[in-house]
């Protein structure tokens, strides 16, 4: 095994390099043109972002830190297939949310959050839900791309780790505060060429710094032969399954994904989805390779931290001017979906907690955008605290992940099933959450009935996960009939078997306790709601007219009492 | 020589589809911002 230290870059070149980005990017969002700054703009950029920035933006704001480090170590982990098991299912869920983001588009043209569309469908306690949810995963994620920062400046150079938290945090808030998601998308532009043009040029050089593909041919006897099997069911259960249903939870939970789906033009929707699909899921499978060369060239991780693999690999193949084009990769990734996290926490402030809560439908618009900055700020202050405090913040993620996970067949059943309730929503959610604790952290001993209860429901969830998605592409038959065939085979097949992988049985858990009580409190009502109340109760925030007198406060027509 | 190949194949597919991804995207942009102009308003 390779032993290798990293290269070192000097004070000097670090802080020249964050300073030289984050100027860049500070001027870049100078060419906003800020006399035109209204409430949608802020939030959704008027709704008339186009396919190549739009899916730009989406792929940015999909890529964080973590997205290579992660798919490195899966690479490394699990050889071959490791790489596909990250990327592609982060990739397909792009691709998910697509027809689902078509349709809260027609049902919703005018709301800025999916909160927005919730709140006119149920109102407040689902809404709600979705709010604190976004609240949390938004805080957490801008805490680890802070935290990220600061350990890569902490382990390429002396700079200590305090001091690279809180230049990039103060850099992505500079260029975010005014604008707030026009910056993040135009900006996001820019850093996703460098990503891509860093990814591009990274990987090849790479392969043939070391010797070129023979080289790794040569030591394929190294690795076992899970690790060199491209259908390796180790990597599918451990990595693959408990990806794909946690990462389905996070693109139809985050507000940083819906706000470009309500952002990007609607006939621009279809392609900017499939483009991002395409070019996260290349970008990430292809860093993540660099994880199955250092497994295959018998690199060891440095202090064990896989977190090193790819700036080792950088280190001890490639000239140091690429230490400095990874420093601007992930630099360009954290904070591309730093900005994304602050814009979607002004908007959730904005327009869910005072435009729906607070103003009760009659938002001042100029008090609302100070709102959305004054979040920015807080929320960037609260993502320093955070990752200076250097949290476990697993236990966190698996919350919010849960949380996310039981919202999902809620969410999208209160888009399509006139029979949901608000009380059917809240109660799935509370249900969902419930039993995925109980089997995450192993409440009761998962043996016997219990365990048969729980794998069933399991099953269940994994019918609903396969289900939700023949559903979006090809309609209800194939949903339903996708949903039983797979629930019957994880019943058959997953018996005496998913107790024995908790943390996927737990995530699918919460999808099927969700579903199975939405369901089931929702055929209790016999109430019926009008889809087409959601877009008279949903509108834009400014009136121009209203605007520029500060003293009005600004009324959103048709929508002051009513509530479903 | 045939795994070599393979190999290679799987790993340098990646940047190669990240390449026209980038070059679809910058394309797509720049006719954005064209027809923006054009239409004298902003492009985001």
């Given amino acids: ?564 | 020589m045939t795994t070599a190949l393979i190999l290679a194949s799987y790993i340098l597919i990646w940047p190669i589809i990240s390449l026209i991804v980038l070059a679809v995207i910058i394309g797509a942009t720049v006719r954005d911002t064209r027809k923006a102009r054009r239409e004298g308003r902003e492009v985001v």
């Fill in chain 1, 1 to 564: 095994m390779k032993d290798v230290s990293l290269h070192q870059l000097s004070t000097l070149t670090v802080i020249g390099l964050l300073l030289a980005f984050y100027g860049g990017t500070y001027l870049l969002t100078l060419a906003i043109k800020k006399q035109k700054e209204d409430t949608d703009a802020f939030m959704v950029s008027n709704r008339s972002v186009g396919f190549g920035m739009g899916a730009a933006s989406m792929t940015a704001t999909w890529i964080w830190a973590a997205s290579f480090y992660a798919a490195a170590t899966s690479g490394y982990t699990y050889g071959v297939s490791g790489p596909l098991h990250y990327g592609l299912w982060g990739a397909l869920m792009i691709l998910f949310i697509y027809p689902f983001g078509r349709r809260f588009r027609a049902l919703a043209p005018k709301a800025h959050t999916l909160g927005e569309l919730i709140h006119a469908r149920h109102g407040s306690s689902s809404q709600l839900i979705l709010a604190i949810s976004n609240v949390f995963g938004s805080t957490i994620s801008l805490m680890v791309n802070f935290t990220a920062a600061g350990a890569l400046v902490a382990v390429l150079s002396p700079v200590p780790f305090q001091v690279g938290v809180i230049i990039a945090a103060v850099g992505v808030l500079s260029y975010t505060l005014w604008s707030g998601f026009r910056a993040s998308v135009l900006t996001d532009f820019a850093q996703l060429i460098a990503m891509m043009t860093v990814a591009i040029l990274i990987i090849p050089v790479l392969l043939f710094a070391m010797g070129g593909p023979a080289a790794l041919v040569a030591n394929l006897d190294k690795i076992t032969p899970e690790q060199a099997n491209l259908f390796s069911v180790d990597a599918v259960l451990n990595q693959g399954a408990p990806f794909f249903v946690a990462v389905l939870a996070y693109s139809i939970g985050n507000q940083t994904i819906s706000q470009r789906l309500f952002a990007v033009r609607e006939d621009h929707i279809k392609p900017t989805f499939i483009t991002a699909t395409i070019g996260y899921g290349a970008v990430v499978i292809g860093l993540g390779m660099i994880g199955l060369m250092a497994l295959l060239v018998g690199v060891e991780p440095m202090n064990g931290d896989m977190n090193n693999l790819i700036p080792q690999m950088v280190s001890l193949y490639l000239p140091a001017g690429f230490i400095m084009l990874f420093f601007i990769l992930v630099i360009g990734s954290l904070s591309s979906t730093a900005d994304a996290d602050l814009c979607a926490l002004s908007a959730i402030m904005m327009a869910d907690v005072y435009g729906k809560n607070i103003a009760k439908d009659h938002p001042n618009p100029r008090k609302m955008l100070l709102i959305g900055r004054l979040t920015m700020v807080v929320a960037t202050a609260i993502g320093v605290i955070l990752a200076s405090l250097s949290l476990d913040i697993l236990m966190m993620l698996v919350f919010v992940g849960a949380l996310w996970g039981a919202i999902v067949f809620p969410v999208i059943a209160s888009c399509y099933w006139d029979r949901v309730t608000n009380k059917a929503f809240t109660s799935a959610v509370v249900a969902g959450l419930a039993m995925f604790c109980i089997v995450r952290f192993n409440l009761v001993p998962l043996k016997g009935a219990i365990a048969v209860f729980f794998e069933l429901i399991a099953a269940g969830g994994g019918g609903v996960v396969i289900g939700l998605m023949a559903f979006g592409f090809f309609g209800r038959r194939a949903g339903l009939l996708a949903s039983a065939a797979v629930t019957v085979l994880l019943a058959i097949y997953g018996h005496d078997f998913l107790r024995d992988y908790r943390v996927l049985t737990a995530s699918l858990t919460a999808y099927g306790a969700s579903t199975i009580v939405c369901i089931g409190v929702s055929l209790m009502s016999n109430t019926r709601f009008d889809f087409a109340e959601i877009n008279k109760r949903i509108g834009n925030y400014d009136n121009r007219s209203e605007t520029d007198d500060p003293t009005t406060e600004n009324a959103m027509p048709g929508m002051a009492d009513a509530r479903g």
